[in-house]
């Protein structure tokens, strides 16, 4: 389902969230792209989902990716090398929502660096919990205030961050035994 923004909306949300927002991009995407600084996304994400006029009530996704590989320039294949990422940055954070009431949608990104942590979006969103946590799981990013930032698929002695540019494609991790499950409080009564 492809649905139209109003340029009014993007007005609105630069109007309203000023020095905040770094960057808009509208072309080719039918979704506009709010490039938000680090230090103001809750502010955002939370006046997003509850002033009126927005009401961007439902966090339809949450990921990121590895934007700007530390090691190597990636070859193109014969044409030279191809230059890629994004300069002082390490990691985008991707914020997809919905609002079921105007019927539209907002793509919101925050850039950050390797060794920065981004503040978490659980205070406005139950649900990034566990999106976050995967980000972590698999990139490394550490989100500040979360409420229990651990890995959520892979085993606790894993080495690395799988979906990393650097991380070699062919390791292979074999862990001996099993590690104890936590009660959670849920024991057979």
């Given at each position: ?40 996304i809750v502010e955002v ?41 994004g300069g002082d940055h ?73 979906q990393r540019k650097e ?23």
């Open positions: 389902m492809t649905m139209a923004y109003s340029p009014d909306k993007i007005e609105k949300i630069k109007a309203r969230f000023g020095d905040a927002i770094e960057e808009v991009i509208t072309e080719r995407t039918d979704v506009p792209i709010f490039y938000v600084k680090k230090e103001k994400l939370g006046a997003l989902r509850t002033e009126e006029g927005f009401e961007y009530n439902f966090l339809a996704d949450l990921t990121a990716y590895d934007d700007n590989p530390p090691i190597n320039d990636i070859p193109d294949y014969g044409l030279g090398v191809v230059k890629q990422g390490r990691f985008v954070i991707v914020y997809q929502l919905f609002s079921f009431q105007h019927k539209d949608r907002v793509r919101l990104k925050v850039r950050t660096k390797e060794d920065e942590a981004v503040p978490s979006a659980t205070p406005v969103w139950k649900a990034a919990n566990w999106l976050e946590r995967e980000i972590y799981d698999m990139y490394g990013v550490k989100f500040s205030d979360h409420p229990n930032l651990r890995r959520i698929m892979l085993d606790e002695r894993w080495i690395g961050h799988p991380y070699p494609i062919k390791r292979y991790q074999r862990f001996q035994g099993s590690l104890p499950l936590e009660s959670f409080g849920l024991e057979d009564k």
